[in-house]
């Protein structure tokens, strides 16, 4: 008999009769976990508080304002929280990465309704 994911929020009882994490929904996701923070400061220092996003010419960001932790291999995907899948990025070389494999967020729809169009 396959495997089946839990359902949100009902954790899967195992022969052992011991609960598994719960996964999000049967599509097998995982849940995202918290990264501790030892960890966060080991990937803070090892990239000097910088932004490590290197572009196309091979140029490397270096930004310090409002650096993320970035997945390199992406949670969605299967990377770790560990430090060596960990690394800097700033706020929007971070949601570019995101974009380019397809895990950025959808764009605002703007509303049907434009601001000239409104009923009053």
Do not use: K, Y
């Not at 930004?63 to 992406?74: D, L, T």
């Amino acid at each position: 008999m396959g495997e089946m994911a839990s359902l949100v929020g009902i954790p899967r009882i195992d022969q052992e009769g011991v609960a598994e994490p719960a996964l999000r929904g049967l599509a097998g996701l995982r849940e995202r976990e918290h990264i501790p923070a030892p960890v966060r400061r080991e990937v803070f220092d090892r990239d000097g508080g910088c932004c490590t996003f290197v572009g196309d010419d091979g140029h490397v960001c270096g930004s310090r304002f409002a650096v993320q932790i970035h997945h390199r291999v992406a949670w969605a995907h299967g990377g770790s929280n560990a430090a060596d899948n960990l690394t800097l990025h700033c706020g929007p070389h971070n949601r570019l990465v995101a974009t380019r494999e397809g895990l950025g967020r959808r764009p605002r729809r703007s509303s049907p309704a434009g601001p000239r169009d409104r009923v009053t």
